[in-house]
Structures are given as structure tokens and as C-alpha cells.
Nanobody, 122 residues
Framework: QMQLVESGGGLVQPGGSLRLSCAAS????????MGWFRRAPGKEREFVGC????????YYADSVKGRFTIFRDNAKNAVYLQMNTLKPEDTALYYC???????????????WGQGTQVTVSS
């Protein structure tokens, strides 16, 4: 069983930056494709981005492309989401998740963290 724990959320002003971390335990992270999702109040959970096992490829939702970057450190069993130029519409609960196959749907991901709140507001 894999446990995922997100951290790094908080309150930030529009235009600011945050880096979210996701620490894994129980399984070797390098076996998994890692994804980030978010759920805004009153909305469905949506794909933010994902990264392949060796970090060689990343994929992003159009809404965050060019502003968010996913990277991973398999030696530390961790994956990160660097968020720049944040907008109020980025306000959401952010989750990391692990999958054995590449996909952008939550259905591909078998392990999930509890989430960390990001609020973008002045």
C-alpha cells in the first residue's frame, strides 16, 4: 500500500508562486506515473498535470501550461508541483496521485493523497 502526503499549500496573492510537495511511502515512487489534480469548490476534480516514471515527459492541462511545472526526485520518493503566476481561479484543493499507466483521467490513478489547499486571493 502506498501513502501519499501533500504539503506546501497556503494563501498567496495573485501573481505569486507556491511549490507543492508530495511525499510517498510504502512503495517505490519510481514505479509510478505521478499526477496532480485539483478540485475547486463546486466543481469536479480536474487534471492538472502528470510526469512519467523517469521524469522525462510531462503533460499539463491547458489552463496551467506555461505556469505550472511538475518534477520528481525518485531518490527522495517525492514529486513536486511548482506553480507560478497564480490566479484566483487556481484556488482549489490539490491532490497528488499515482498510476501504473499514463492517463489524464482520475480513473487511471489508484493511490491518492488527502490534498493540500491552495487559495489565491488578494
Amino acid at each position: 500500500q502506498m501513502q501519499l502526503v501533500e504539503s506546501g499549500g497556503g494563501l498567496v496573492q495573485p501573481g505569486g508562486s507556491l511549490r507543492l510537495s508530495c511525499a510517498a511511502s510504502g512503495r517505490t515512487l519510481s514505479r509510478y506515473i505521478m499526477g496532480w489534480f485539483r478540485r475547486a469548490p463546486g466543481k469536479e476534480r480536474e487534471f492538472v498535470g502528470c510526469i512519467t516514471r523517469n521524469g522525462g515527459d510531462t503533460y499539463y492541462a491547458d489552463s496551467v501550461k506555461g505556469r505550472f511545472t511538475i518534477f520528481r526526485d525518485n531518490a527522495k520518493n517525492a514529486v513536486y508541483l511548482q506553480m507560478n503566476t497564480l490566479k484566483p481561479e487556481d484556488t482549489a484543493l490539490y491532490y497528488c496521485a499515482a498510476a501504473l499507466s499514463l492517463g489524464f483521467s482520475p480513473a487511471f490513478y489508484g493511490y491518492w493523497g488527502q490534498g493540500t489547499q491552495v487559495t489565491v486571493s488578494s
